[in-house]
Nanobody, 121 residues
Framework: QVQLVESGGGMVQAGDSLRLSCYGS????????MAWFRQAPGKEREFVSS????????KYGDPVKGRFTVSRDNAKNTVDLQMNNVKPEDTAVYYC??????????????WGKGTLVTVPS
């Protein structure tokens, strides 16, 4: 079984940067593709980014393309989301997720509890 724990959330000003991190327990971490989702109050959960097991392939949702970068370190069992030039519309709870790279976003096997990112306008 895999447990995912996010960290790095907080309040940041528009235009600033923030880096989120997710730690996944267990030896199976390197066999799992990873993803980030977010959910703002009153809105549907939204796909943010994903990365394949080795980091060879990545995907991004349209609202974050060119601003966010996903990476992973399998030696440390971590996946990060570098958020640059944040905007008020980035305000949401960000969730780390694990599963099959080509099954995101329709199917997710494991979820973290989330970390809140707030960008005031």
């Amino acid at each position: 079984q895999v447990q995912l724990v996010e960290s790095g959330g907080g309040m940041v000003q528009a235009g600033d940067s923030l880096r989120l991190s997710c730690y996944g327990s267990g030896r199976t971490f390197r066999t799992l593709a990873m993803a980030w989702f977010r959910q703002a109050p009153g809105k549907e959960r939204e796909f943010v980014s994903s990365i394949s097991t080795t980091g060879y392939s990545t995907k991004y949702g349209d609202p974050v393309k060119g601003r966010f970068t996903v990476s992973r370190d399998n030696a440390k069992n971590t996946v990060d989301l570098q958020m640059n030039n944040v905007k008020p519309e980035d305000t949401a709870v960000y969730y780390c997720a694990a599963g099959n790279y080509n099954s995101f976003p329709k199917e997710v096997n494991y979820w973290g509890k989330g970390t809140l990112v707030t960008v005031p306008s």
